[in-house]
């Protein structure tokens, strides 16, 4: 069974595809599985470990996504996602691997121990010893559940997987997995050794006894056919069973039907019908005597021909006493030839037998059959067809004998759909190969549709963005229009105001010059002003007209000594009026500067 193991360049390819595993876990997303609503760091997801090692050791048949679906704790994304790899493998592996549905459900519960692996080691939780091992269980395809020694022994061998896979989750690590793995290898190789001696041996030992059968149904099947119907002589029969079934069994043998001792022997076994059946000789009595006088040195000749040891006289004394009594033309006892007590059994189809042609059997050597359905169907190997009797040899694919079939009844029972080809296995690193590409392009489909999708939210950001600084601008547009207006109507009533005070300024000064004119025009000789000082240091001078001239419009004042004399025009006293640098004294004022400067006199008098 050697044969379905895969080659070493086929397991790198599928180590170089399964790399692909570590992108299907970090960014693969599956409908209808509980991812967490945001990223988990890794402290924060629940620790799997002793719930998939419980699902291990109780050897239960359901989907790790279905476990984890049950209990409600925090899972992160790679935890989910390793569940659903190994769920997705494995379920691949359930319909297309080949194997005997027993062997694939103990294999598939693997699924907790490599959802656990991967998401610790990724990709290489499928170690290159590991991939190795699950590839060679093809070698079992042809495995069926008879309860026999060699059923039984793989099962056994699997019951030692649970103890390592058991031991890996309570170490936290792959090497008693991985032992394991290497073990079986070993034993492989042992066990192909020792199979194809054992099929060797059996197919040697099976060709000669189809050979010896078909010279004995042969043999059988042309004395059946010579003695069918007749009475004929006890010692005429005791020497065609006794002596002559022996001749025609080890001619066939030797040459088969059409060899020429053969056709002598078979030659011989219808002249000794004829000569002991009275109703067949009596007719031709001269060719009676002609026989008689042969027919014992011709079974002698023949006989010498086939076998080394010689006919004894014994042997030919029967036969010699019937010919003489014939001779004489006396009629000896007779009985039936093929009496019911003898249970002699043959089947004419022998004489007819043909060889199958080499087309017909051989696209079905070395195939593996199944006979049933589900959990009660039967594996059975087509050895070699025994090409002497057109049977085939079913074997369990070890060297072991199953049982032998007719050619006839296999085609029948292959055109009923009885018995059918086991469908292609698929190894599971085609599986994985498979499963792996799937998910990639999965992923890379999602990949794409996410940066799509990302780029289509940054084209729309972007688009928002520029959109709320087109309105932004607008809107400082607008605002630098309703500052601008602002502004300007601002402007315009400060201008107006101005305006409005200018107005009022020159109104007033207006005011101002017409009373100052009036003060100028009215102030008479004698009248005083006062004078602001040009530095704060300096008092107020007060000054008194002393004299008017109407030509030139100038005034001119003297202190009240009569000394420090100051000139002004009209117009330039009228302006320092207005500007309040000048001020007319009235007769009050007068009074009241000269009563101030009494009492302050007074007080200095006092003190």
């Known amino acids: 069974m050697s044969q379905n193991r895969p080659k070493s360049h086929q397991v790198a390819s599928r180590k ?3 790399e692909k595993i570590d992108d299907v876990l970090a960014g693969i997303r599956v409908p209808n599985l509980p991812y967490p609503a945001g990223k988990l760091s890794p402290e924060t997801a629940s620790d799997w470990k002793s719930l998939l090692f419980s699902c291990w050791t109780e050897q239960r048949d359901e989907r790790v996504t279905h476990v984890i679906r049950s209990v409600h704790l925090d899972w992160s994304v790679r935890q989910i996602n390793a569940a659903y790899v190994a769920d997705r493998i494995m379920d691949v592996f359930l319909k297309t691997s080949g194997l ?13 121990y490599l959802a656990w692996r991967m998401n610790i080691d990724g990709h290489q939780a499928f170690s290159n010893i590991l991939l190795e091992w699950l590839d060679s269980l093809q070698e079992w395809r042809g495995w069926s559940d008879s309860g026999g020694r060699s059923s039984k022994a793989l099962l056994d061998q699997l019951d030692t997987l649970v103890v390592a896979v058991s031991a890996g989750f309570n170490s ?3 090497s008693a997995v991985d032992t394991f793995c290497a073990q079986w290898q070993e034993d492989t190789a042992k066990r192909d050794a020792h199979t194809g001696k054992l099929r060797q041996r059996l197919q040697e030992t099976e060709q000669g006894a189809a050979r010896q059968r078909r010279a004995e149904h042969t043999s059988r099947a042309l004395i059946g056919r010579a003695l069918q119907g007749r009475k004929l002589p006890q010692p005429v029969l005791d020497f065609i069973f006794d002596h002559w079934q022996g001749l025609l069994k080890q001619t066939v043998w030797d040459s088969g039907v059409n060899g020429e001792a053969c056709r002598h022997g078979s030659k011989l076994l219808e002249w000794l019908v004829w000569v002991g059946d009275p109703s067949l000789s009596d007719k031709d009595r001269d060719r009676l005597y002609h026989v008689g006088e042969q027919i014992g040195d011709r079974l002698v000749d023949v006989w010498s021909r086939v076998f080394d040891r010689p006919l004894t006289p014994n042997a030919l004394a029967g036969i010699g006493t019937v010919m003489m009594s014939r001779l004489r033309g006396e009629t000896p006892e007779l009985t039936n030839a093929l ?26 050597e070395g195939m593996w059959f199944v006979e049933g ?21 079913w074997t369990n694919g070890t060297g072991v004998k199953l049982g032998l079939q007719p050619w006839d009844a296999f085609c029948e029972a292959k055109e009923r759909g009885s018995i059918r ?3 292609a296995a698929t ?7 498979e499963t792996v590409l799937l998910l990639a392009a999965a992923y890379d489909k999602q990949r794409v549709q996410r940066e799509a999708a990302a780029a289509a939210a940054k084209a729309r950001a972007e688009a928002l963005r520029k959109e709320k600084e087109a309105a932004e601008l607008a809107r400082k547009e607008q605002e630098a229009k309703r500052l601008q207006t602002q502004e300007r109507q601002r402007q315009e009533a400060e201008d107006q105001r101005l305006a409005d005070e200018q107005a009022e300024q020159e109104r007033l000064h207006r005011e101002k010059t017409l009373i100052a004119q009036k003060q100028v025009d009215e102030i008479s000789l004698g009248g005083w002003i006062v004078v602001k000082a040009e530095e704060p240091e300096t008092e107020d001078a007060r000054l008194k007209l002393a004299v008017r001239t109407n030509a030139s419009r100038k005034l001119i004042f003297v202190d009240r000594l009569g000394l420090n004399r100051r000139e002004f025009l009209e117009d330039e006293l009228v302006l320092g009026i207005v500007e309040e640098r000048i001020r007319i004294l009235g007769g009050a004022a007068e009074f009241d500067d000269t009563l101030s400067r009494v009492v302050g006199r007074i007080r200095v008098g006092r003190n």
């Open 427 to 433: 190894p599971f690193g085609d599986v994985l190969e």
């Open 100 to 112: 005997h549905t027993e062997i694939a459900r103990r294999i598939a519960r693997l699924r907790f």
């Open 339 to 364: 009496p019911e007590s003898r249970n002699f059994t043959w089947n004419p189809s022998w004489l007819s037998f043909e060889s199958i042609e080499n087309n017909q059997f051989q696209p079905f």
């Open 16 to 18: 170089a595809v399964a």
């Open 421 to 423: 080809p086991l469908p």
């Open 172 to 174: 936290g690590s792959t």
């Open 373 to 393: 359905e589900g959990a009660s169907e039967q594996r059975r190997f087509f050895c070699v067809l025994l090409e002497d009797t057109a049977e085939i040899l």
